[in-house]
């Protein structure tokens, strides 16, 4: 810990979230993937924001929120992504640094609007999101800033990104760096139709050097093209040193190299809404692993996180976790 | 009924609020009168900002929220009130549409931005008001839509709108058509701070024509120069026909020509956020009263809605007003 400026630094989307409630037809008569997320273009985006129904903004973006999780357990955190000189973009600036995160990456004007992403909430709490990328997939290895990924124990990479050719250079780059500087890659998988879109290059990447891999059973069992979960897991642990993979409702699996640790999930009273619960599960365990903590207490703090975010609106968390955390009995 | 097409027309600011969370030692650090609604300045309004933790962002603006409650319990509800043609203005139009309420006042270009209120809500759940009024203020007689007046049951004025000139002028000239066409004229006193600003103009507007007074216990004490709740509602008796006087914890009264009603609160778990409490009482009473309902059952509309409210972040309804309270027994 002591070289080292941060516990992580993450890559990733930088978004505003649009969160409103609707039923499972108006899902399906937008044509929205329940439980997913789709990349909308402009259009499709302000037509849907048309049809939907009063909303929230709140910050977002997957790595974003795992960010502002690990700096709420007491973690040192930093966030690079691109936003526009707009509204939106400085809504998104003022929660990041507000939450404690490091973040540095310079507004752009004249380009693409800030990224958003229309996220519907269904009565029994799953999220389906509709994002649109603004300007947060410019990102290119201009703003992969070398002193802040050779300054971190863990640099955390999100799969999202993948869906531009420019972002991709960016992650080899960060790789390339955090290798040399002896640092630890972590990697999302994020969505199983991103998977879809890329999965011989994620394989690429899990195999050329990411230390810590983070997917859901629906991300890794289509990356592995498998119907079965046990399968996934045994081909990923032969592919990457240490893995977490959640499992919602049944909890979920640390796998350190070939041993598997079973971690229960959290109780929560009502689950209001899911969106940030695999964001939060990657803030608890990357805070535990970079404190050098147990890992299968770290995964208990990914659990504690996730529960605390699916019992409220939102991506981001809404109480301490660190006290959280103290209070459910772990000695953080 | 049959004569109108709203039940009730609301004429405010257009406001979008950023809520965030903090201590009473933040408060009374940046100078933030607890539980009132103070103005700031642009610079003021982005200093505070810049200091607040991480923030949500929702469409608000106390008259506005009463409309989203009117047509929440199945009422016709209209709001008149200025937004700027950038990205708040585009949040604004879209939640009050969504909400089902008519809304047709053009956004303005080039002039002050969209309203907002920087909203801090400390662990009592008690609501603090940072209000920066960029163009909503601007609104004047022009805006002030002769046919929506005329064509409304009631027209509901908020106390707010008071501290701009053209502003009052738009007031006295929607109060001229209201009663040409035999409308009812409802007012709000907003707030304390508001009341002391503005006394003598209240009092000659309530006693010059308004029909239903809204007030909580500290805005009506103010306007009577009282300490008295008691006897500032004997005043309030007689300067108008109809008043309808909050008081938190303690419920409600209903001054019906010189009858009193008391109206019990209705009970809440936990007070999450009690920003729109007043509006949504405001909501169930006025909606109550424009359908012809017994005032007690009006001031138990006001009572659910108020309830409502507060046990969320935000004054917009999360649910649909009419059917929680038809599951509380009321026939509305």
Same mark, same amino acid.
């Given at each position: 810990?002591?070289?080292?400026?941060?516990?992580?630094?993450?890559?990733?989307?930088?978004?505003v979230d649009i969160i409103g409630r609707c039923d499972d037809a108006f899902l399906a008569a937008n044509g929205a993937p329940k439980g997913h997320m789709r990349l909308v273009d402009a259009e499709t985006s302000a037509?849907?924001?048309?049809?939907m129904g009063p909303s929230i903004e709140i910050s977002g973006g997957s790595a974003a929120n795992t960010m502002a999780g690990v700096a709420s357990f007491g973690g040192?955190?930093?966030f690079i992504g691109k936003i526009a000189a707009d509204e939106f973009g400085r809504i998104f600036r003022h929660d990041i640094k507000a939450a404690g995160v490091a973040f540095e990456t310079e507004a752009v004007t004249g380009k693409a609007p800030t990224s958003r992403s229309l996220i519907l909430v269904t009565?029994? $709490? =799953?999220r389906t999101m509709n994002t649109y990328l603004g300007i947060s997939t410019d990102l290119d290895? $201009? =703003?992969v800033r070398e002193d802040m990924i050779r300054d971190a124990g863990i640099v955390y990479l999100e799969g999202y990104l993948f869906d531009r050719p420019e972002a991709k250079a960016a992650f080899r780059q960060a790789v390339t760096i955090a290798k040399a500087a002896g640092r630890r890659v972590a990697l999302t998988l994020s969505d199983?139709?991103?998977v879809e879109r890329h999965r011989a290059e994620f394989l690429g990447l899990?195999?050329?050097?990411?230390?810590?891999?983070?997917a859901n059973e629906s991300e890794i069992t289509s990356l592995y093209e498998t119907e079965s979960f046990e399968t996934a897991a045994h081909r990923t642990a032969q592919d990457t040193p240490l893995a977490a993979l959640t499992r919602s409702g049944k909890g979920s699996v640390i796998l350190d190299r070939g041993a598997t640790i079973a971690i229960p999930v959290d109780p929560v009273a009502k689950v209001v809404d899911t969106t940030g619960a695999g964001d939060l599960y990657a803030a608890g365990f990357l805070y535990g692993v970079a404190r050098g903590l147990p890992l299968d207490t770290a995964g208990r703090l990914g659990s504690i996180a996730a529960a605390e975010?699916?019992?409220?609106i939102g991506a981001r968390p809404e109480m301490p976790l660190a006290a959280l955390a103290r209070s459910k009995g772990l000695a953080i």
């Open positions: 810990m002591t070289d080292t400026r941060y516990d992580v630094v993450a890559i990733g989307n930088a978004i037509a849907l924001y048309a049809k040192r955190a930093a009565p029994d $709490g =799953e290895h $201009g =703003e199983s139709f991103c899990i195999r050329g050097g990411v230390d810590i891999l983070f975010i699916i019992s409220h």
